[in-house]
């Protein structure tokens, strides 16, 4: 009766160790890798492959090493674990990545840099960071740009540092400075907003009192400016005529008073800046100041009738036949 069961007992043992073996013959390979998913991207995760070291893009193309990620895969508290059947099947990074620093923004597997138009707006992926979205001033190809907290790039009236700027949408969202005509009106624009005071632009000079474009006499200082009206307020130089007097302005713009001297020839003007014309006693010496040449004092052989004839001279005056 014993050997029976000793018997059977022999031949179940026996048939279990058959059964096991066959089991691990065809039993189908089974993959648990382990990844470490980032939280906080809006459009999507990033998956790092736990099984390639610290750090590794999933996806390849445009991988990126350890420097370019926060943290140690699942040792940092801010990821979590996904297990995954089948890691081939893992879609290439696409869109904005967190890597819990900075923003990237990724086009089939590969990291962009530089000036991009995402979505309508323009960001700039700086590639001193290896690509990470910049927020703030930003300063490349000697111009200036500002990006708001979302990264896109402003335009148009921008109100930063209780200064007003202008960014223009037709070129790259870039600083505007100078003068600017802004939906129909002129604006003078400096590096620091709107501009108080003297705005060189194209080699012309201008006046800005809260950016607007000054026109007519300036005073500032202890010189007049005339800032010519007829020229969107450009600053004037050399002869200029505003009513029914002539004015002399040096190179630096600023209006004489007394003798002026343009190189060539000499002028006089009176206390009010008005050139003088005609005979004009000046320090007890006549001189002879000729409407009909802008006012310039006359040298050498003057006829003023078909009687006298007028010896100039630049200090004295000779007359003859008076």
Known sequence: MNARIDHRICWRV??????????????????CTAYAVEEGADNGVVERDSTGGPGAFVGGGCSQDSSDCAGNTTEDSSLQVVE??????TEQLSGW???????????????????????ESLYYLDPARDGAMSCGWIFTGNKWYFAGPSGALASGWQF????????????????????????GHPYLLGTYGLINGWCLDNGLWYWGSNGEVLTGWL???????????????VMSRGIVSVGSSRYYLSDSGAMAVGWAFDGTDWYYAD???ALASGWRLVNGVWYWLNVANDNRMA?????????????????????AGL
Request: charged share 15%.
């Open 219 to 233: 005073q500032t200082g202890n010189n007049w400016y005339w800032l010519d009206p007829a020229n969107d307020g």
């Open 299 to 319: 040298t050498g052989f003057l006829s003023s009738d078909p009687i006298n004839i007028i010896f100039l001279q630049r200090e004295r005056c000779h007359s």
């Open 97 to 119: 990545q967190w890597n819990g620093l900075s923003w990237y923004y990724y086009l089939d597997g590969c990291r962009l840099t530089g000036m991009q138009n995402i979505d």
């Open 160 to 183: 930063i540092g209780d200064q007003w700027y202008w960014f223009d949408s037709l070129n790259s969202c870039s600083m505007a400075t100078g003068r600017r005509v802004i939906d």
């Open 271 to 273: 206390g009010s800046g």
């Open 84 to 89: 995954s059947h089948d890691p081939s099947t």
């Open 14 to 31: 026996i048939g279990l160790m058959l059964f096991s073996a066959l089991l691990s013959v065809t039993a189908p390979a089974f993959s």
